[in-house]
């Protein structure tokens, strides 16, 4: 194919077949339309017409969370762009890799206004890793093999390539370059020896040791290495929001998520810890709540492949640059080695049985006993009901807290969601997209009514395209994190949160899409439900779980206050009147 004479749009699809690349998530317009002709019968990539940008973008991420692999969407100009930009900036939060594709007005009129014109290379500066401009049709392969490199090495994160229509139809002679070169970007990958033995050094002195693992272990496919280092050391691991799945809950060393809904153990073990052990985490104020009283008595060993989030936040008294992969593994085997030359282990015996006597005695928790619908429990049997493969896709919001306090993961690429921009809409996409990645594992996105009502229409992708999955709707007939917040600190002034639980009504919805639609109001209704809609491989499937609308996330760390104050439950609530800042809806 190289030296072939052929279009910028067929060099184009040429180069993404090249790249490894099976499917593309978008919707075609006039600035675009010269990439779509050749899909009828000059590539073997899949299209998947979305139902909205924001949509394709979303369903992006949720293929590369799903597969480890470069998500692609596609748009035109204008417009069509600019609904990009959501995904874009969600996956520049939660270094999600993916190449966004944009049809551009012709380049004699780039700058005049023109029809469907916008400058989303100036607009998604801020929220991409890097993006192009091609005004030459024999750059465009060029461009693709940087722009795939750039989002899947370092930090992974959102890449976008803008494409003029006129370069589009250009005729080029198609050249796929042997390697890529840019002199300006160069990641590092490799840890320094020298700071991983000073680490190594640092956890056989602790006393109170926690491995504080963040999203970039699963970037990085670091999760073996993490198991080696954990169990070899007896050191017990918290798994944030973004890295659930990375060590498995069933290990008696996991402590499961810290942060402001994070469980009791997790949170109060990294404030008593005299030695956090950072991997691929980024010191989220999340995670932190106020920073100056965070883990006050902890020295700080900071492994993340960005060197800019090392120091960001937090000090780190032992900094190693480099991906989590080469550095755990690095880690793990100097520890067993010096391991071996101590005769084992340090006795951390006192501290391991502290954390499993506060695991006793702050589980999570809720009240069964008033006969209501809890939201808790349809999480507790959708996982009961389900296999350790299946992948679970949240929206954001009090659904997005139950799913991750709830659901039990063994695995990772199993938990899918929104984390540091908190993106209402996330879930019915992403589970498309993730489903498109794994299409022989079970997908279930759990969403809110909020949440779902804003890329619902997505299910109409889902039965064109036959790409089947499960949504949950925790249904409580409000924006719920922020009517949880109005009770606690507005003194119930509740202001723009109440959704009329039967608008839409939610079973028909699913059904004018092509799904099935069940509704749960009962507790004794639920499992029959769960039962019913996993039976149902040929079609997406809604459920409209009616549950208690006064059920609040516990525990809770106030924002802006220490993760001392943690409230574990109702009866630990004290008012205030600092409302702290706005919540995630």
């Not at 280092?229 to 069933?250: E, I, K, N, Q």
């Not at 965070?294 to 936040?313: L, M, Q, S, Y």
């Not at 919001?397 to 139950?402: I, N």
């Not at 039967?502 to 029959?528: C, F, H, I, M, Q």
Request: with cysteine.
């Amino acid at each position: 194919m190289t030296g072939a004479k052929m279009s910028g749009a067929d060099a184009l699809l040429k180069a993404l077949d090249q790249e490894g690349v099976d499917t593309v998530f978008g919707i075609p317009g006039g600035a675009s339309m010269p990439i779509y002709d050749p899909l009828v019968d000059r590539s073997p990539i899949r299209h998947i017409l979305c139902r909205h940008e924001q949509g394709a973008g979303h369903a992006a991420e949720g293929y590369a969370w799903a597969t480890g692999k470069v998500g692609v969407c596609m748009a035109t100009s204008g417009p069509g762009a600019t609904n990009l930009v959501t995904p874009l900036a969600d996956a520049k939060m939660d270094s999600v890799p993916i190449v966004a594709i944009t049809g551009q007005v012709p380049t004699p009129v780039v700058g005049n206004d023109a029809f469907q014109e916008a400058d989303i290379t100036g607009i998604t500066m801020p929220v991409t890793k890097h993006n192009f401009l091609v005004k030459d049709p024999a750059e465009i392969v060029a461009t693709v093999r940087e722009a795939f490199h750039i989002a899947s090495t370092g930090r992974p994160g959102p890449v976008l390539i803008d494409l003029p229509k006129d370069v589009l139809l250009a005729e080029t002679t198609y050249r796929w370059p042997d390697h890529v070169s840019l002199p300006g970007y160069k990641p590092t990958t490799k840890g320094h020896q020298r700071q991983v033995v000073e680490a190594v050094k640092m956890i056989m002195r602790a006393k109170r040791p926690v491995l504080y693992v963040g999203g970039g272990v699963i970037k990085a496919d670091a999760h073996r290495e993490l198991f080696d280092l954990a169990t070899s050391g007896r050191l017990p691991v918290v798994t944030t929001l973004m890295a659930r799945g990375a060590f498995p809950d069933s290990n008696e060393l996991c402590l499961g998520m810290p942060g402001m809904h994070g469980n009791y153990t997790a949170v109060t073990a990294m404030q008593k810890a005299d030695l956090l052990v950072a991997l691929g985490s980024r010191f989220d104020d999340r995670v932190t709540g106020k920073l100056a009283g965070f883990a006050p008595h902890a020295k700080v060993i900071h492994v993340d492949i960005d060197p800019a989030e090392i120091g960001k936040n937090r000090v780190a008294d032992v900094p190693i640059v480099g991906d989590c992969r080469d550095v755990i593994g690095k880690l793990a085997a100097e520890l067993a080695k010096r391991q071996e030359e101590a005769g084992g282990p340090p006795d951390r015996d006192a501290w391991l049985g502290q954390l499993r006597e506060w695991q006793q005695t702050y589980p999570y928790r809720y009240d069964e006993t008033d006969g209501k619908l809890k939201p808790q429990h349809c999480v507790e049997r959708l996982r009961a009901l389900a296999d350790d493969d299946t992948i679970c896709v949240s929206g954001v919001g009090q659904h997005q807290m139950y799913a991750s306090q709830f659901w039990r993961f063994e695995h990772p690429r199993r938990w899918i969601n929104s984390g540091g921009l908190g993106t209402m809409g996330f879930a019915v996409p992403a589970a498309m997209g993730a489903k498109v990645g794994q299409p022989d594992k079970r997908v279930v996105a759990i969403d809110g009514d909020g949440c779902f009502q804003m890329t619902a229409q997505e299910l109409a992708t889902s039965a064109t395209e036959q790409i089947p999955f499960v949504t949950a709707i925790l249904n409580n007939g409000y924006l719920g994190m922020v009517r949880q917040w109005q009770e606690l600190f507005f003194d119930e002034r509740y202001s723009g949160v109440w959704l009329d639980p039967n608008v839409p009504d939610y079973v028909k919805l699913a059904e004018a899409y092509g799904a099935v639609g069940l509704r749960v109001e009962s507790p004794d209704e639920v499992d029959t439900a769960i039962e019913k809609a996993y039976s149902v491989t040929d079609r997406s499937v809604v459920i409209d779980f009616r549950v208690d609308p006064g059920e609040m996330v516990f525990p809770m760390v106030p924002s802006g206050a220490s993760n001392d104050d943690i409230i574990v439950g109702p009866e630990s609530i004290e008012p205030t009147t600092d409302p702290g800042e706005a919540p995630i809806a």
